[in-house]
């Protein structure tokens, strides 16, 4: 007997693959007055385009807010809007980490979905020092939750961008000047061993050196539950970009984009299981909101949340960098396991039908007006990748064929992630 569907799609001479999980995105993200360029609506869509059917963005609660109230209010706000699945991190800001019986709050967020709490050891306002860090890494731990984190160490990072300025330095290059690689490694040490005591799982945001892989590496091998991902800026991108003028400012971002020596190192890490995942940082601002007096006020993030599928791909697989296998598994397959997205990330009986068929011959050149992302600019403009994905499923619905989005926003839901 012959099973036969409702239709056929086409995938001679295309790779069949799972959708692409992005772990690590900023939606329609409130900063200092302003709002990340991408809404629910189009950073989804763009994500979408680009192979991606799950996104994980954040929960900010605010003064006095609970963690369940916050939770309800964001996802209230992607609920209409998102084209495909998506889950939320749940941060613990200082405020929350100091309030007397705040973190009593984190088991009734994990049971609500949330298994993933974001932390900071930099920023003011976010930043949790080592004493509050420990205390929220035990709560997480002992709810069954797990900790993502941001690796920089704050409070030197602060004079020393202090003392940058107080010497007249404002161009976009001090940015990545005032904030060294021995400082990201730095933080990561003091939180893998912090985690440890707390046995709770760690995965840390967007690494961007070799230093911080070294770390990693070195915590692993004490048998520290330690995860890392890093982003395509940190793959392809260096510390020059930030010496092109008045485009000096789109570039950046925290961690800073640093040297081609690190690039290299990262690809090398990828490879070889040392880091496990690609996400994107997906934080993106408009040309505009980038010039800025001097590189403390510049809003940081760079969009990506399109292209990453296609670049990891090209400058990847293409290249003899990553395996076919690898390509899928730091795109989809690992941050579902790390992130409890039981049902998305690999191909098998009982998962959501999440499906791209990508092109390996087709040629694109990447610039604003051939990406879907709301910024107007993007990082990788005048790039040109070998591979794009033709036709992406959402549980089983086709939502991007022949690369035109024929979804819908609402298409999405909240995964309830465990």
Sequence with gaps: MQLEGRRSLDAAGCYV???????????????????????FTSGALAAACGGTTTVIDFVEPQPGQSMLEALALRRGEAAEQVAID?????????????????????????????????MYQAYQGMILDDVALLRALMAVGEAGGRTVLHSETGPVLDLLRAEA?????????????????????????????????????????HVGCQESVWEILQARARGIDIWGETCPQ????????????????????????????????????????????????????????????DFTVIPGGV???????????????????????RWVQVCATNAARWMGLERKGRLAPGCDAD?????????????????HEAAGWTP???????????????????????????????????????
């Design 86 to 118: 998506f889950g939320l991190h749940m941060t613990i800001p200082t405020w929350h980490a100091t309030a007397p019986h705040a973190l009593d709050e984190v088991p009734a967020a994990v049971n609500a979905g949330c298994l993933s709490f974001k």
């Design 234 to 293: 940190y793959l392809l991108l260096n510390a020059e970009q930030h010496l092109g003028g008045l485009n000096g400012a789109l570039y950046v971002c925290a961690p800073p984009l640093r040297s081609i020596e690190d690039n290299h190192a990262l690809w090398q890490a990828l490879a070889q299981d040392e880091l496990q995942v690609v996400s994107t940082d997906h934080c993106p601002w408009t040309a505009e909101e980038k010039q800025q007096a």
């Design 165 to 205: 300025l107080a010497e007249g330095h404002v161009e976009p290059i001090w940015h990545a000047y005032t904030r060294p690689a021995a400082l990201e490694a730095s933080a990561v040490h003091r939180a893998a061993e912090l985690a440890d005591l707390a046995c709770c799982p760690l995965y840390i945001f």
């Design 303 to 325: 969009p990506s949340i399109e292209a990453r599928l296609a670049l990891v791909h090209h400058f990847g697989v293409n290249q003899g960098a990553l395996s076919l296998e």
């Design 355 to 371: 499906i791209v068929i990508f092109d390996p011959e087709r040629v694109k050149r990447l610039a604003p007006d051939a990406l």
């Design 17 to 39: 693959l799972p959708g692409a999980i992005d772990p690590h995105v900023h939606l329609q993200m409130p900063l200092a007055g302003r709002v990340s360029s991408d809404s």
């Design 380 to 418: 990788y403009d005048g790039m040109e990748v070998t591979g794009w994905p033709r036709t992406v499923l959402l549980r089983g619905k086709v939502i991007v064929e022949d690369e035109q989005y024929i979804g819908q926003p609402g298409d999405g839901r909240f995964i309830a992630r465990r």
